[in-house]
């Protein structure tokens, strides 16, 4: 096998509170073209970056207006980039798919310009945030393969799917060899609880994993940026710690990922069969 290298990039984008979705796009946009001409292959910008994730805290009916359909607006302003430089934007935002049904979604829009995949979050937050109020639960997982080399198999989970080894892990079981996963991660997720966790779902399945997070104040709440990339041993190889505006990239060297599952092999050695009967009903219910 030839050397198969590729080249990622998060963003770590400021909070601009009370702006426009129109707004934050257009902010957001130069840095996508800055990453690309930079020769990064796939970009992540972080979670819901086309509004204020503050309102996701709060009940606020007239938010909903914010949200747009995939395909729609800010993905085909995305795809003029991604056309001109054939490469992959995974864009996360506030998404209408019919009346009455909202997700929390991060779409994937390929060299074409068009929109390649669109992954729902799955595990809808419910504790410190009211995202249960707005976002209905997805129920799918995906990996993608970049058309050009080295041929990357890629997937993304959202935020607090990363808290669930399983969602990593069943991109692992489809042939992800990088996990892509943006955030909106304020003060109190910080420390042991973003550190370890991201660094966990690496080791756990010997892959490359993908964070961003946004950095600064919005209203009440303080985001910590720290947007890191992970490889498949769990060193961290490159983190955007308090910079506003950061583009965190690095050259993801995808021979470490069949490095890292000869010397743990989770992946070889799992027992699917044996974990289902735990989770099924009615044994898991008479467990708790």
């Not at 009370?18 to 992540?44: F, N």
């Not at 729609?72 to 506030?94: D, H, Q, R, S, W």
Request: net charge negative; with cysteine; hydrophobic share 40%.
């Amino acid at each position: 096998m030839g050397e198969r290298k590729i080249k990622v990039a998060v963003l770590q984008v400021k909070t601009m509170p009370g702006t426009s979705r129109e707004e934050k796009v257009a902010h957001i946009l130069p840095l996508i073209e800055k990453a690309s001409e930079d020769g990064c292959q796939i970009i992540m910008p972080p979670e819901l970056c086309t509004t204020d994730y503050e309102k996701f805290y709060t009940k606020d009916p007239a938010y909903f207006k914010v949200a747009e359909p995939i395909p729609g607006p800010t993905t085909e302003a995305v795809g003029e980039l991604t056309k001109k430089y054939k490469n992959y934007v995974i864009m996360p935002l506030f998404e209408q798919k019919a009346p009455g049904i909202y997700y929390n979604a991060a779409a994937t829009v390929g060299p074409e310009g068009t929109v390649v995949g669109n992954y729902r979050k799955t595990q809808v937050a419910s504790v410190m945030v009211l995202e249960k109020l707005y976002f209905r639960r997805g129920n799918k997982f995906q990996v993608l393969e970049t058309e050009s080399a080295p041929s990357a198999k890629f997937g993304t989970i959202i935020c607090h799917d990363r808290r669930y080894p399983e969602t990593a892990r069943i991109l692992a079981i489809l042939g992800a060899e990088i996990m892509f996963c943006p955030t909106a991660a304020p003060g109190y997720a910080g420390g042991v609880h973003w550190n370890i966790v991201n660094v966990a779902r690496s080791v756990d399945n010997g892959m490359f994993t993908v964070y961003s997070n946004r950095i600064g104040k919005e209203w009440e709440k303080v985001y910590f940026g720290e947007s890191m990339i992970v490889d498949p041993f769990g060193e961290v190889i490159a983190n955007g710690g308090d910079r506003e505006d950061a583009i965190v990239s690095a050259v993801l060297d995808l021979d470490k990922v069949d490095e890292a599952r000869i010397a743990v092999p989770t992946l070889r050695d799992i027992r699917n069969d044996f974990w289902m009967k735990y989770y099924q009903n009615p044994i898991y219910d008479q467990l708790l």
